[in-house]
T-cell receptor, first 113, second 120 residues
Framework: DAKTTQPNSMESNEEEPVHLPCNHS???????IHWYRQLPSQGPEYVIH???SNVNNRMASLAIAEDRKSSTLILHRATLRDAAVYYC??????????????FGQGTILTVHP | GAVVSQHPSRVICKSGTSVKIECRSL??????MFWYRQFPKQSLMLMAT?????????EQGVEKDKFLINHASLTLSTLTVTSAHPEDSSFYIC????????????????FGDGTRLSIL
């Protein structure tokens, strides 16, 4: 499985934007970039995913580098409810993996009031 | 949005007991479900991939006789921890892939809220 590298932790203030980086230098052409987050004592929650173009949804934006070797999850205005562990994961387009997700250590986001 | 229901949310039982955890996709059909385990302060670790109507595929190091997985329908997969011992205490999480969601990579994976298993 292609791997990703994320900072162990990041901090932000409430109502400020947050940029969470992810490096994936060994990404293959058919790997999608997925982001999930996990609040304490809960299962992971889907945030966003993309292949080549930047993506926006109601939760966040995903900026993908032109060479696809890195990406950034953008939370436009952090709230206390955004405090969580954020996982950047490469997911195969198809194949025998059935789309399984391999979780790394993620980034612990702390949001200060 | 797609919902995955996991039950029970918490189990406390004695050593030697077998425990069954259910994972249901409520508003979509799931040909594939995944089971993860998470120890405190650690990331999720994939245990097995479960495909409807066929045997589960276990990750290396996961005992298939210890963790029995059944995926008999398109909306239900179960994980049974047989003869559980204190070292099996963990947070177990299931997830499911929508049968009609398109290419594996181009669809979200939907997760349950997890089951906290405590073996005394």
């Amino acid at each position: 499985d292609a791997k990703t590298t994320q900072p162990n932790s990041m901090e932000s203030n409430e109502e400020e934007p947050v940029h969470l980086p992810c490096n994936h230098s060994t990404i293959s052409g058919t790997d999608y970039i997925h982001w999930y987050r996990q609040l304490p004592s809960q299962g992971p929650e889907y945030v966003i995913h993309g292949l080549t173009s930047n993506v926006n949804n109601r939760m966040a934006s995903l900026a993908i580098a032109e060479d696809r070797k890195s990406s950034t999850l953008i939370l436009h205005r952090a709230t206390l409810r955004d405090a969580a562990v954020y996982y950047c994961i490469l997911r195969e387009w198809g194949g025998t993996s059935y789309g399984k997700l391999t979780f790394g250590q993620g980034t612990i986001l702390t949001v200060h009031p | 949005g797609a919902v995955v229901s996991q039950h029970p949310s918490r189990v406390i039982c004695k050593s030697g007991t077998s425990v069954k955890i259910e994972c249901r996709s409520l508003d979509f059909q799931a040909t594939t479900m995944f089971w993860y385990r998470q120890f405190p302060k650690q990331s999720l670790m994939l245990m097995a991939t479960s495909n409807e109507g066929s045997k589960a595929t276990y990750e290396q190091g996961v005992e298939k006789d210890k963790f029995l997985i059944n995926h008999a329908s398109l909306t239900l997969s179960t994980l049974t921890v047989t003869s559980a011992h204190p070292e099996d205490s963990s947070f177990y999480i299931c997830s499911a892939r929508d049968r009609y969601g398109g290419a594996f990579g181009n669809q979200p994976q939907h997760f349950g809220d997890g089951t906290r298993l405590s073996i005394l």
